[in-house]
């Protein structure tokens, strides 16, 4: 059977510490590892040799012409996501793109525009959707005759202030948690948000939202507090009274009117439960590959599309809030 042939844009210290390692183990045992592409062609290499990839290139271009592959992960930095996500749709690749997709929501339209323009999809790398502690909260309120219909969702995220912006921790962190809330909640309708800012770069948040299937819910956010293993939190709450709330990507808890139960995943360096699995990274670089060869009723999730309505309510967000509306680079050493 021919394997399938995996391009990668990218070879900085994320990529590095999540993407390569994932795609080398043995879950992707039908996808060849056919070529990395960086402008600084020594770290291109050091990570072709490294992870055993075939081919190295300073030139994207030249990589697609050259190589017959089946998709490309871009993983450059959100600045330069939309101009060269959108040629490489052109080019004719599916894309699994890093998030964030853009600084700002013109940047992520011009990605959807191409991938409508092209029918080619791209799914965007909120790894914490495929997390196993995520795929078993999911598991239980999807079971509504047992749980009952999601009313309520409290949520949080802690911060921390090595981002230069306010709304840079917002968009490269915290929109982790606007993905989580909406994969339970829906399509949000109405957002209110105060702040308390401390300086003109660090400060607190608190959020209400309204979805609309009627669910409410209230996100904490702020540039303090974490990251560590008191960073995140999210709690599901049903009109049965019972609730699930998965800490730090990591615990479940189910609840009722009399008992509790927790689950955790059972962390093991060389089994399916190593970090890369439970994080998210291996289940949402399958699911991309898997919906590129068209498996049945796979598809990207989340999708551009759904990454466009992100991207928004997190700009009415910070406006509501009366957080500047600024990107600005984070730095490599974070």
Same mark, same amino acid.
């Given at each position: 059977?021919?394997?399938?042939?995996?391009?990668?844009? &990218?070879?900085?210290?994320?990529?590095?510490?999540?993407?390569? /390692?994932?795609?080398? @183990?043995?879950?992707?045992?039908?996808?060849?590892?056919?070529?990395?592409?960086?402008?600084?062609?020594?770290?291109?290499?050091?990570? $072709?040799?490294?992870? *055993?990839?075939?081919?190295?290139?300073? #030139?994207?271009?030249?990589?697609?012409?050259?190589?017959?592959?089946?998709?490309?992960?871009?993983?450059?930095?959100?600045?330069?996501?939309?101009?060269?996500?959108?040629?490489? @749709?052109?080019? &004719?690749?599916?894309?699994?793109?890093?998030?964030?997709?853009?600084?700002?929501?013109?940047?992520?339209?011009?990605?959807?525009?191409?991938?409508?323009?092209? &029918? !080619?999809?791209?799914?965007?790398?909120?790894?914490?959707?495929?997390?196993?502690?995520?795929?078993?909260?999911?598991?239980?309120?999807?079971? $509504?005759?047992?749980?009952?219909?999601?009313?309520?969702?409290?949520?949080?995220?802690? *911060?921390?202030?090595?981002?230069?912006?306010?709304?840079?921790?917002?968009?490269?962190?915290?929109?982790?948690?606007?993905?989580?809330?909406?994969?339970?909640? *829906?399509?949000?309708?109405?957002?209110?948000?105060?702040?308390?800012?401390?300086? +003109?770069?660090?400060?607190?948040?608190?959020?209400?939202?309204?979805?609309?299937?009627?669910?409410?819910?209230?996100?904490?956010?702020?540039?303090?507090?974490? /990251?560590?293993?008191?960073?995140?939190?999210?709690?599901?709450?049903? +009109? %049965?009274?019972? &609730?699930?709330?998965?800490?730090?990507?990591?615990?479940?808890?189910?609840?009722?009117?009399?008992?509790? %139960? $927790?689950?955790?995943?059972?962390?093991?360096?060389?089994?399916?439960?190593?970090?890369?699995?439970?994080? *998210?990274?291996?289940?949402?670089?399958? !699911?991309?590959?898997?919906?590129?060869?068209?498996?049945?009723?796979?598809? /990207?999730?989340?999708?551009?599309? #759904?990454?466009?309505?992100?991207?928004?309510? @997190?700009?009415?967000?910070?406006?509501?809030?009366?957080?500047?509306?600024?990107?600005?680079?984070?730095?490599?050493? @974070?």
């Amino acid at each position: 059977m021919k394997k399938f042939r995996m391009g990668i844009i &990218g070879a900085g210290i994320f990529a590095e510490a999540n993407i390569y /390692p994932s795609l080398s @183990l043995h879950f992707f045992d039908d996808v060849e590892r056919a070529a990395v592409c960086d402008l600084n062609s020594e770290r291109a290499d050091r990570l $072709t040799d490294k992870y *055993g990839w075939k081919k190295t290139y300073t #030139d994207y271009h030249k990589m697609i012409e050259k190589e017959y592959l089946d998709a490309v992960i871009i993983a450059i930095g959100a600045k330069a996501h939309p101009k060269i996500a959108s040629d490489v @749709l052109r080019l &004719g690749l599916p894309i699994f793109l890093e998030k964030p997709v853009s600084i700002d929501i013109e940047g992520a339209l011009q990605i959807l525009d191409a991938s409508k323009e092209t &029918g !080619n999809i791209v799914q965007v790398d909120h790894q914490k959707r495929h997390g196993l502690a995520w795929n078993k909260a999911r598991e239980i309120v999807s079971n $509504t005759e047992e749980f009952g219909n999601i009313v309520q969702i409290e949520s949080k995220q802690h *911060g921390f202030t090595v981002f230069p912006t306010f709304y840079t921790c917002m968009l490269e962190w915290q929109s982790h948690n606007l993905d989580l809330i909406q994969s339970f909640g *829906g399509e949000i309708e109405k957002v209110e948000a105060w702040s308390h800012l401390v300086n +003109d770069k660090h400060g607190s948040l608190i959020a209400m939202l309204r979805f609309k299937n009627d669910i409410l819910a209230t996100l904490g956010w702020g540039t303090f507090g974490g /990251p560590g293993p008191y960073d995140e939190r999210v709690e599901v709450i049903s +009109d %049965k009274g019972k &609730g699930v709330i998965v800490t730090n990507s990591r615990v479940v808890t189910y609840y009722d009117k009399k008992i509790g %139960k $927790t689950w955790t995943s059972n962390w093991d360096p060389v089994s399916e439960n190593q970090s890369h699995v439970f994080n *998210g990274y291996v289940g949402g670089l399958r !699911n991309f590959i898997d919906c590129v060869k068209g498996v049945e009723g796979k598809k /990207p999730v989340p999708s551009i599309e #759904d990454e466009v309505q992100t991207m928004y309510w @997190l700009k009415e967000i910070a406006k509501k809030a009366n957080i500047d509306i600024k990107w600005d680079a984070v730095s490599s050493g @974070l």
